[in-house]
Nanobody, 113 residues
């Protein structure tokens, strides 16, 4: 199982980024995929997830600004992050939970100034 994030960067407040998570080694379309973020010194917190049926869930802090989607043909999960503010600065991780184990990517840094 491999999860590889990309798309992070430095943006000014009000800007947007599109994060991608390319995954392999498991039947992507059968599992819930999610994004977490972790600010320096803080806990890893859930941002958004999308289940195999396409149902969406968001943290209150990003609802209305972020959008999660998935491309099952390409095994990619996206996180469209709009109206970014400095509080969104964090490492963003892609994750999925297969039977008995949760997997994480290496993360992609988002910095908002």
């Amino acid at each position: 199982v491999q999860l590889v994030e990309s798309g992070g960067g430095s943006v000014q407040a009000g800007g947007s980024l599109t994060l991608s998570c390319t995954n392999s080694g498991f039947p992507h379309e059968n599992y819930c995929m999610g994004w977490f973020h972790q600010a320096p010194g803080g806990p890893r917190e859930g941002v958004a997830d999308i289940n195999s049926g396409g149902d969406l869930d968001y943290a209150l802090s990003v609802k209305g600004r972020f959008a999660i989607s998935r491309d099952n043909a390409q095994n990619i999960v996206y996180l469209q992050a709009n109206s970014l503010n400095p509080e969104d600065t964090a490492m963003y991780y892609c994750t999925t939970t297969l039977p008995a184990h949760r997997y994480w990517g290496q993360g992609t840094q988002v910095t908002v100034s």
